[in-house]
């Protein structure tokens, strides 16, 4: 069993900075996949981010060149920076972790095993 808590969400304004951070607990190994999604209640669950166990990166286009996914092996958690954000970034962000995921499947959160709570961000002025 994987427990995930997210933290560091909160309110920005348009152009600032946010970062989260994923803590797991619990055993995640092989190859696995740790990501983050968004879901507004108008929109359904999206993918943001991901990492893969060999450390490749894979990102949404709407967030490529202003969100990097990072990972700390020894604390077992994963972060995403996020940069120049957008009033469109608004979302709860959850955090994901599957294990075995293939290529095909890492931008479909049906494929993770285990979620987080989610964190609220609100990009606002």
């Known amino acids: 069993q994987v427990h995930l808590v997210e933290s560091g969400g909160g309110l920005v304004q348009p152009g600032g900075s946010l970062r989260l951070s994923c803590s797991a607990s619990g055993r995640i190994s092989g190859s696995y996949a740790m990501g983050w999604f968004r879901q507004t209640p108008e929109k359904e669950r999206e993918f943001v981010a991901t990492?893969?166990?060999?450390?490749?990166?894979y990102y949404a286009d709407s967030v490529k060149g202003r969100f990097t996914i990072s990972r700390d092996k020894t604390k077992n958690t994963v972060d995403l920076q996020m940069n120049n954000l957008k009033t469109e970034d608004t979302a709860v962000y959850y955090c994901?972790?599957?294990?075995?995921?293939?290529?095909?499947?890492?931008?479909?959160?049906?494929?993770?095993?285990?979620w987080g709570q989610g964190t609220q961000v609100t990009v606002s002025s």
């Open positions: 990492i893969r166990y060999n450390g490749y990166t």
């Open positions: 994901a972790t599957g294990l075995g995921l293939i290529l095909s499947s890492l931008r479909n959160g049906a494929a993770y095993d285990y």
